[in-house]
Each structure stands twice: as structure tokens, then as C-alpha cells.
Nanobody, 122 residues
Framework: QVQLVESGGRLVQPGGSLRLSCAAS????????MGWFRQAPGKERETVAS????????YYPESVKGRFTVSRDNAENMVYLQMNSLVPDDTAIYYC???????????????WGQGTQVTVSS
């Protein structure tokens, strides 16, 4: 069973950038599809990126396409989310999660981190 810990969230001004990290332990990261999700107060959890086992298939919703970039380092058991051109609507708790298949729906992800808060505000 894999354990996930996110880091890197903080307060950032609109137009700024952040890189979130997700550290995996207790399992081999290359065995899992990894996803990044976010949830703002009063809203449903939203997928912001998914990346296949070797990084060959990547998904972004239109809301973040061109601004967010997901990557993974299986040797280091790390997954990253580079976020550029941040806007206030990006404010949310960001989670990384692991799944056994190539899914976009967060309901199919089995293992979750505790989340990291990203706040975009001037």
C-alpha cells in the first residue's frame, strides 16, 4: 500500500507560479497511474492532471491546459505539478492520488495524500 505526501502549497499572487510535489512511500510508484486533484470550498473534487505509469499519456482538463504541467520521477518516487499563470479560481486544496488504471475520475483512485493548500490572491 502506497502512502502519499504532498508539499509546496502556499499563498501566491495572481500570475505567479508554484510547483507541488508528491512523495510516495511504501510502494513502487511505477506501479500506479498518478493524478492531481483539487477541491475548493463548496465544490466537488476536480481532476487537474493525470499521468500514466511511464509518463507517456497525460491528461489535463481545459481549465488548466497550457498552464499546468504534471511530471513524475519513478526512480525517486516523486510526482510533480508545475502550475503557472495562477488565477484566483485555482485556489483549492490540491491532492495527489494513485490508481491501478488510467482513469480521470477521482472515484477510481485508491490512495490519497492529505492535501496541500494553494491560495491565489493579491
Amino acid at each position: 500500500q502506497v502512502q502519499l505526501v504532498e508539499s509546496g502549497g502556499r499563498l501566491v499572487q495572481p500570475g505567479g507560479s508554484l510547483r507541488l510535489s508528491c512523495a510516495a512511500s511504501g510502494g513502487t510508484l511505477r506501479s500506479y497511474v498518478m493524478g492531481w486533484f483539487r477541491q475548493a470550498p463548496g465544490k466537488e473534487r476536480e481532476t487537474v492532471a493525470s499521468i500514466s505509469w511511464n509518463g507517456g499519456k497525460i491528461y489535463y482538463p481545459e481549465s488548466v491546459k497550457g498552464r499546468f504541467t504534471v511530471s513524475r520521477d519513478n526512480a525517486e518516487n516523486m510526482v510533480y505539478l508545475q502550475m503557472n499563470s495562477l488565477v484566483p479560481d485555482d485556489t483549492a486544496i490540491y491532492y495527489c492520488a494513485a490508481a491501478g488504471g488510467l482513469y480521470r475520475d477521482p472515484r477510481h483512485y485508491d490512495y490519497w495524500g492529505q492535501g496541500t493548500q494553494v491560495t491565489v490572491s493579491s
